[in-house]
Every structure is written in structure tokens, then in C-alpha cells.
């Protein structure tokens, strides 16, 4: 089969040499650069419990695709001394779905399994002028952003080192678990969230903090890195709504995008098929954008008895 170019997206903030500090130096995970002549990618060594571990390449690796390829790159990790133990190799290839790349994943002894980060999402374009983004919204969200300014909600980002010193991360932080225990939903610990809002480097972090008066209604944390802006976190105060301010939020964030010169901003998660997204969906997909489908997350067996141990305990639990 023919090498894979032509569905390539870019470099994702998950293989930043900030990302790869941040999961080093605050969640302890050891990290490994695999370097091969066609493909690269940061791996990250990912720790099962007793001593096991697999190899996790995050939206990754890089470069040119092909069965050549992806056999050195898996011979690689496999002879690296940090990772040799791994008993399998998970990877993400950061491309376009395609069939043809689906079947060469297959054919190098790849298998598709439940996604890691999020397979469907909605990217928009923010070469477009700024008529052109707000004429491709739905008209209600053009409305709720106007609405949101006239009933005095004001929107202010936060660098990196400012969202921790000046107080931004903590109005964020409670907003946050206030919304995820509303919806019941997961979440990492605190210091997670901390560590992302103070990312700093080749990628980077900005959190936005709506405010109406001087109480803080709505929030989020964009990522920065290569081009792109990623929506990874947002939370809201409930009994605010009528205000709007997560939909002037967001649209500040995108212009904050489109004037420091990045040229695309991902939504991080978007799906029609997935019922408990809906609501999500129905409003990042209200401020246009094209809908983008992954290649998904794909896994290389290195020992067989340990893998089928693992994915079984996996569906136990």
C-alpha cells in the first residue's frame, strides 16, 4: 500500500515538550522520545498497577505512514530500555479518518480499540474574517453574544502565570466542580486542572473567566500550541443562565485565537451519536465550524497472555 500523507492534520499540544513535562513532573509518568526515520512521537509509559505498563503515544506519532514505518516504530518502543517491558503499544495517529489508513493499520497487526481522547470534534477556521465566523453561527448564538455584553457580562483571560497568583485559577476550580457534580460526572483532582491552567511553554494555557459585576459566572481553559487553540475545560455558576456568558465566553476566547495568529480552533469533542454529549454538542456545534473525525486510538501487542488479561479485568471493572 502507498505511504498516508494526505489526511495529515498537524502536531497535537498531547506531544508538546510541555505537555510531556506536565505529565512527568506533576502526574510522575515517564516519558520517552522515539525517533525513527518516517514516524516520532512522544510516548508515555503508562503504569497498569503491579509492576506492569503499556506505551502510550497520545495523538501520535508524527511523519509518514506506511507498513515500513509503523514497524520500526513499534520495533523502537520495543527496544527502548524505558519502555522495553511494555506489554502492548497504544497509539493515535492525529489524521483524518480514512478507510485506507484504517486498513494499513490493520495489515501492521494494529488493532481499533475505545478511543483515549475524544474521536469526534468540530474544528473551526479561524482564517475566516470575523463577519464570516459570526455568519456561519446559528442566529441564536449570534443573539445570546449580544445578549450576554448588553446585560453587563465582561470577559477576561488569564495567562498561564497569572491564573494562579491572581486568583482566576480558583474562581475557575469551583465553577468546575460545581458543574461536574451537577452533571455527575468525572474528574481528575484538583491539581490536574492546576497544572494544565499553568502550562507554559511551547504549549501553553489561557483561562477565561466570565464575569457579571464582579461574581464569576462562566469559565474556561484554552491550550495553545502549533497553530491550533483547544476548548480542553469550561464550567459555569448555575442560576446565571439567562445571562449567556458561556456563549460570549467562547466567542472571546476564539477572537483572543484569531489575534494572537492561530489558524484553527478545536472544539475537543463533538458528537451526534453519543446521547449523553448532546447538549455539549448541540452548542459547540451552534458556532459553526466543520465536524472532524479522528482516526481513534489503535493498539500493537507485544505480549498476548497479558494484553487478554488486562482487557478482560478492564471490562470487569
Excluded at 94 to 100: G, I, L, V
Excluded at 181 to 206: I, T
Excluded at 244 to 265: C, E, Q, V
Aim: aromatic share 16%; hydrophobic share 40%; charged share 20%.
Amino acid at each position: 500500500m502507498s505511504d498516508h500523507k494526505n489526511t495529515y492534520i498537524a502536531v497535537s499540544f498531547l506531544q508538546s515538550a510541555a505537555w510531556a513535562e506536565f505529565q512527568t513532573e506533576l502526574l510522575g509518568k515517564k516519558t520517552v522520545r522515539i525517533d525513527t526515520e518516517n514516524l516520532s512521537g512522544r510516548v508515555i509509559r503508562a503504569s497498569v498497577g503491579y509492576g506492569n505498563y503499556y506505551a502510550y503515544t497520545p495523538h501520535g506519532p508524527s511523519g509518514n505512514y506506511t507498513q515500513a514505518s509503523l514497524a520500526a516504530f513499534t520495533h523502537a518502543v520495543r527496544e527502548n530500555q524505558e519502555l522495553r517491558k511494555s506489554f502492548f503499544l497504544r497509539i493515535e495517529p492525529f489524521f483524518r479518518f480514512s478507510a485506507p489508513l484504517s486498513d494499513m493499520l490493520k495489515d501492521a497487526g494494529f488493532t481499533k480499540v475505545n478511543n483515549v481522547q475524544p474521536e469526534e470534534t468540530i474544528v473551526l477556521d479561524l482564517l475566516e474574517e470575523e463577519d464570516a465566523l459570526l455568519k456561519h453561527m446559528e442566529h441564536n448564538t449570534r443573539y445570546s453574544i449580544r445578549a450576554a455584553a448588553r446585560r453587563g457580562v465582561s470577559v477576561t483571560a488569564f495567562s498561564a502565570s497569572d491564573a494562579v497568583s491572581k486568583n482566576a485559577f480558583r474562581e475557575f476550580w469551583g465553577m468546575f466542580l460545581e458543574t461536574n457534580m451537577r452533571h455527575r460526572l468525572r474528574f481528575y483532582p484538583e491539581a490536574y486542572y492546576r497544572g494544565v491552567c499553568a502550562l507554559n511553554g511551547d504549549c501553553f494555557s489561557k483561562t477565561y473567566i466570565a464575569y457579571h459585576g464582579n461574581t464569576a459566572v462562566a469559565a474556561a481553559v484554552i491550550v495553545f500550541f502549533r497553530g491550533r487553540a483547544t476548548y480542553l475545560y469550561a464550567s459555569s455558576r448555575s442560576g446565571f443562565g439567562n445571562l449567556n456568558a458561556p456563549t460570549l465566553l467562547l466567542w472571546s476566547a476564539i477572537l483572543d485565537a484569531k489575534k494572537m495568529g492561530y489558524t484553527s480552533f478545536d472544539f475537543w469533542g463533538a458528537s451526534d451519536t453519543k446521547k449523553e454529549w448532546a447538549r455539549v454538542t448541540a452548542f459547540k456545534k451552534s458556532f459553526g465550524g466543520t465536524p472532524v473525525r479522528y482516526m481513534g486510538s489503535w493498539d500493537y501487542v507485544y505480549n498476548k497472555p497479558k494484553y487478554i488479561a488486562y482487557t478482560m479485568l478492564k471490562k470487569i471493572l
